[in-house]
């Protein structure tokens, strides 16, 4: 509230609509070249497409088949920026690639060669260019493995036809707390943001956008907020939004759906590497990814559907369960599915018809509409910050003013101090009773921030419970989501501040009384308010368990 009051009564230079990774990016960057900067989102922050990825920083291997050697230098440069400037986000992680005699498209191959001869060859060379594109800033060379090697890392593949592997290494991060370390660090430097505010309308001048009407979704009041510039940075809806201005969109938005299967990395036999499933019937490639106790698997590349529930169908459930038993020698069926999850991809569409979505461009283009009205569409996770650079230059060049690039060597919050940091909040939480793998939790989710927490757990030892059994999520985190993360109802924490809907068995719905209890105690809701919000969240949650058919 004191956020949306502050945006109606000042000016500002620059509003984001969108609180997703790339919003989140563009506030960042646009307040730390020293604009003033207001952001709203319609629902929750990262509520969509950035909190249903994969959650992996990765230069993309699968596009260089398709020669986008661009983007996939682009996204490794990025990828190293990340791991410098997010280093408790966002860490290394191997990726064990079999291949099997037999495979004639390996990671997307758009070519094969007569009997598979010589394609390891070629994904060996592909792999030098993965690695040499990176450069000073590559995670370590991939290596060649042996058949033995590979099923020492990855034993629970299929042995029939194993040839041989290679190891090669990304980067992993929580999607949804890269999110709000990227929000938190912008409003350090002065940026006003609000979530729960869903603009509805454009105020112009002389044809010009130059604000948005906003309906404030908790008091259900609007309110005006002037800014010199409007930055459209809603993904998927980039269209709608545009929509508004009166004029012809300038974004053309295919959206992709991408569907992840959740498992126990025990299920799936998974250490701490991931697995990449080198072919699929439509020259896709999956990922097994390990994910805290669990693992992530997908993801599918399909048309669109309702943009703001996305839903996981039979068939999509079917697809994924058909290569993973391909290519495991463990029998897993629905039953042993603990979620999933779906999101949409906010992919350039084409200017040629029945293109498929697996081939479009995962490329971004800064877009400028003649009322003024900027947009930004495409992209990936990994690439926010360029995105959102090369947004920001845009603007830069209209007020004629040379771009500077301060996110490249920026920080993020959490990030100060670290590794070091680590080590001192290790010591104080084994002091605190707290488990290793909760404190090594609290540092991977909050960094240097995690000390807060711990300050806050020393204050009242029972916020040093977990929340569920087999998580590592503790009732501190419900706290500090409610009075520094902007968390305003039960799926906020539960979805998105934690992932718990992802990673526990009942999605939350066995602790969703006790986690409002606290949020009431702490927002001081009524009975009434606590009540609503409890059964909303059970009603969103069976609504997607009875869609998807998945039982608890």
């Known amino acids: 509230m004191h956020n949306l009051a502050r945006m109606e009564s000042e000016r500002f230079d620059v509003l984001v609509i969108g609180g997703g990774v790339t919003g989140a990016g563009v506030a960042l960057d646009a307040v730390a070249r020293g604009y003033k900067v207001a952001l709203v989102e319609k629902i929750d922050f990262a509520s969509g497409t950035s909190s249903k990825s994969t959650k992996l920083v990765h230069g993309g291997i699968r596009y260089l088949p398709n020669f986008d050697f661009g983007l996939v230098h682009e996204a490794l440069v990025e990828r190293g920026l990340l ?19 037999g495979d004639r498209h390996p990671v997307g191959m758009p070519f094969t060669t007569p009997g598979g001869i010589g394609l390891g060859f070629l994904l060996d060379v592909g792999l030098w260019m993965y690695d040499l594109m ?31 592997g290679f190891m090669y290494y990304d980067g992993q991060t929580n ?95 998974l250490g701490k590497h991931a697995i990449v499933l080198p072919e699929t019937d439509d020259k896709r490639i999956l990922f097994i990814v390990p994910w805290e106790s669990r693992a992530v698997f997908g993801t599918t590349d399909t048309g669109t559907g309702d943009l703001d529930h996305p839903t996981v169908s039979h068939n999509d459930i ?24 779906a999101g949409y991809r906010p992919l350039v569409k084409p200017n040629s018809a029945g293109q498929s979505t697996a081939r479009l461009s995962r490329s971004h283009s800064v877009l400028q509409s003649p009322t003024g009205l900027v947009t930004i569409v495409g992209g990936k996770l990994t690439t926010y910050r360029r995105m959102a650079q090369d947004t920001l230059d845009v603007l830069s060049k209209r007020d004629g003013v040379k771009p500077v690039h301060p996110t490249e060597n920026l920080p993020l919050q959490g990030s100060a101090g670290w590794p070091n940091q680590q080590k001192v909040l290790a010591k104080r939480g084994i002091k605190l009773g707290l488990s290793g793998e909760a404190v090594e939790h609290l540092g991977k989710s909050y960094g ?25 999520y503790l009732r501190v985190e419900v706290i500090y989501a409610c009075r520094n993360e902007m968390a305003l109802t039960p799926y906020d924490i539960l979805g998105r501040r934690t992932s718990i809907t992802l990673e526990d068995r009942q999605r939350g719905l066995g602790i969703v009384d006790d986690v409002a209890l606290l949020m009431a105690q702490e927002l001081g809701w009524s009975d009434e308010h606590k009540q609503k919000l409890t059964a909303n969240y059970r009603m969103v949650i069976e609504q997607q368990m009875a869609a998807e058919a998945v039982g608890v």
């Open 318 to 341: 079917a697809y994924l369960l058909e290569h993973l038993n391909r290519y495991l020698s463990v029998n897993v069926t629905e039953a042993d599915i603990i979620s999933t999850y």
């Open 448 to 472: 240097r921030e995690a000390s807060t927490l711990l300050d806050m757990i020393e204050a009242d030892s029972a916020l040093a419970q977990r929340l569920i059994s087999d998580l590592p």
């Open 83 to 101: 791991l410098q400037n997010a280093p408790f986000l966002v860490e290394p992680v191997g990726f064990v690639l079999p291949i099997y005699e």
């Open 134 to 164: 990176a450069g000073r800033r590559n995670v370590k060379r991939h290596r060649r493995l042996s058949r033995k090697r590979v099923l020492e890392l990855a034993p629970a593949l299929v042995t029939d036809r194993l040839k041989e």
């Open 175 to 269: 999607d949804v707390r890269l999110t709000m370390a990227l929000l938190r660090t912008a409003a350090t430097y002065g940026a006003a943001i609000a979530n729960y505010a869903e603009v509805t309308s454009f105020v112009s001048e002389d044809g010009k956008v130059c604000g948005a009407k906003v309906c404030d979704h908790i008091s259900e009041q609007e309110l005006t907020i002037h800014a010199r510039y409007v930055v459209n940075a809603t993904g998927i809806f980039s269209e709608m939004v545009e929509a508004l201005t009166g004029a012809a969109p300038q974004a053309k938005i295919e959206p992709s759906k991408g569907v992840h299967l959740v498992f126990s990395r025990e299920t799936l036999k």
